[in-house]
DNA sequence: ACAAAAACATACTAATCGGTATGTTTTGTG
DNA sequence: CACAAAACATACCGATTAGTATGTTTTTGT
């Protein structure tokens, strides 16, 4: 039972990779059999069909990735100015899973898919939802202790960061390149500023 | 030589609105031609192929389009504050030609076009450096005139802004419903007043 | 060791894709 | 009205698509 967990495993970090670059309607099966040297009686063996795969690639592989990566950096509670900031830029600066011309997986993911399978809305839905309320809860914490306005609105001011975010990483897709996360990085923090 | 043109037209128009749907990669030329009543030949006269059309829908419909919607208010020069939000206010919640369902058609086919034509992030580059270029003269007006503070960075202010729009943009497909535009539209308007 | 189930391999299929070849019809112009 | 070019129509094509049918091999529990 090891070593087909393993060859499922490999399809959907292969997988991933693949669409995460070239996008999911444009990575065909038959791409994905070629780079992971899978067959196709074995890729239909653990999923189902396309589509299943895709809600694995995010349930198994985004989400944990993702919630370390969103979630995990929150909990060691400090300045909320700083603390935010750090974990923006270095999702957007040094985060080596994610790609500036490739833009946010799960941003990419919904464009492309919510129109196509209801089941891929659920699930990125899922991991959004996740952020917000951690994000949230963060900001929480803090106006208790203090350490940001009372006057905040913690769910509002966590919205209009994650929509700076997913809406940057567009901007670094589009033009390709990481400078322009610069001036963002710059502005949040002034933003970020206007809290305490 | 006038119904050609409308021939053309109708094409662009009824292709833009599937697209706008459906996503690029999913709209096949059948889907055109069955929605717009127009055979393969005359499609085939009218554009070299499919990424030329979807370069013309660019060029010569979101262009024009979002121009007028993002451009043009801020020609009427008032008070920036206001000013800007209503225009993002009208984007969201008002502009019928944008669906919160579908996104923004900017920001759709950058996701998805991005990695697979190079043409479509020149066109789509095109559209929003008028976009930030627009906005930020603004900004500088607005300094010059003490509409806000001398020490705001306009080109940082309206790129943090437009990321934002984009960003909510993309949670509004995800969740397909305004009712996320409503706090963004508060910690917006809380944003913009710190500007002053 | 052995049977049964799990895991994988190969060959195929029907449908759909973007695009083309080769027409016919419509339109503008002298 | 003629006739050439523009505009459109029809029939087709090779490639690719997701998915299946039918195998063989490997692993596992007993």
Redesign the pocket.
């Known amino acids: ?8 495993l490999n399809i959907l970090q292969k997988a991933f990779e693949l669409v995460y670059e070239k996008g999911y ?9 070629a780079t992971t ?17 895709g809600i694995a690639i995010i349930n198994e592989l985004l989400k944990p990735i993702l919630t370390s990566s969103f979630i995990e950096p929150l909990q060691n509670y400090k300045n909320p100015t700083e603390t935010v900031y750090n974990l923006i830029h270095h999702l957007l600066m040094e985060n080596d899973f994610l790609k500036v011309q490739h833009g946010c997986p799960v941003a990419n993911f919904t464009q492309e898919m919510t129109p196509w399978n209801e089941d891929f809305s659920k699930a990125l839905n899922e991991i959004s939802q996740q952020w917000i309320k951690s994000m949230t809860l963060y900001f929480e914490k803090a106006k208790k202790n203090g350490l940001i306005n009372t006057s905040v609105n913690a769910k509002r001011t966590t919205l209009f960061i994650m929509s700076g975010y997913w809406g940057i990483r567009n901007f670094g897709k589009l033009e390709n390149n990481k400078s322009v996360y610069l001036p963002y990085l710059k502005e949040l923090k002034n933003y970020l500023e206007t809290l305490k």
Chains 1, 2 share one sequence.
């Open positions: 039972m090891k070593k087909a967990e393993a060859t499922r309607q444009t990575t065909s099966i038959d791409d994905i059999l040297q899978v067959t196709k009686g074995a890729f239909y063996y653990h999923f189902k069909n396309k589509d299943e795969m």
